[in-house]
T-cell receptor, first 112, second 113 residues
Framework: QKEVEQNSGPLSVPEGAIASLNCTYS??????FFWYRQYSGKSPELIMF????GDKEDGRFTAQLNKASQYVSLLIRDSQPSDSATYLC????????????FGAGTQVVVTP | DGGITQSPKYLFRKEGQNVTLSCEQN?????MYWYRQDPGQGLRLIYY???????QKGDIAEGYSVSREKKESFPLTVTSAQKNPTAFYLC????????????FGEGSRLTVL
């Protein structure tokens, strides 16, 4: 069983709509969670991080964390064609040196 | 500007050859990582290093080797023992701030001819 799981997609979203991405994890030792956006052929770039239960908003992005249910989600409001990318969910352990656990990523396609 | 520099961006290798991918960071980070990404797949950890002159195997270390002689540098050698080396290779570093996120280089794409 993979430690971090995501639906691979593609998730097709009309322009202006909300894209909802989900991620589940198995390692209860994971404390912080990160959402990275990766355009085709490029390296991942950080969009959001969250380490407390609840919601965290940054512009059009909202991350949600539920440690009891072991899931993390990302909402993208007012989706734009430039949001078309693969979104990677990652969890990190409590210590600073530990290994991140990455999901396989969800491909999002925003259609005009 | 602070960041991570990987070189070369594109590399072609003949079967049986060793190749070395360079990774240099000026972020003053102690921890550095090498990941491999195959089409449609997530990131898989090859090696990581917490401090100079020390490194640990990740999930797919076979056929790869690394060194960490300087804090700024973490080169990866893809040896001839790696049977399927064609992939996108990503170097990353991690600071010790509250967020502790990974910072990635631009990646190196290796193709075996």
């Amino acid at each position: 069983q993979k430690e971090v799981e995501q639906n691979s997609g593609p998730l097709s979203v009309p322009e202006g709509a909300i894209a909802s991405l989900n991620c589940t994890y198995s390692d209860r030792g994971s404390q912080s969670f990160f959402w990275y956006r990766q355009y085709s052929g490029k390296s991942p770039e950080l969009i959001m991080f969250i380490y407390s239960n609840g919601d965290k908003e940054d512009g059009r992005f909202t991350a949600q964390l539920n440690k009891a249910s072991q899931y993390v989600s990302l909402l993208i409001r007012d989706s734009q064609p430039s949001d078309s990318a693969t979104y990677l969910c990652a969890g990190s352990p409590t210590d600073s040196w530990g290994k991140f656990q990455f999901g396989a990523g969800t491909q999002v396609v925003v259609t005009p | 500007d602070g960041g991570i520099t990987q070189s070369p961006k594109y590399l072609f290798r003949k079967e049986g050859q060793n190749v070395t991918l360079s990774c240099e960071q000026n972020l003053n980070h102690d921890a550095m990582y090498w990941y491999r990404q195959d089409p449609g797949q997530g990131l898989r950890l090859i090696y990581y290093s917490q401090i100079v002159n020390d490194f640990q195997k990740g999930d797919i270390a076979e056929g790869y080797s690394v060194s960490r002689e300087k804090k700024e540098s973490f080169p990866l050698t893809v040896t001839s023992a790696q049977k399927n080396p064609t992939a996108f290779y990503l170097c990353a570093s991690r600071g010790t701030t509250n967020t502790g996120e990974l910072f990635f280089g631009e990646g190196s794409r290796l193709t075996v001819l």
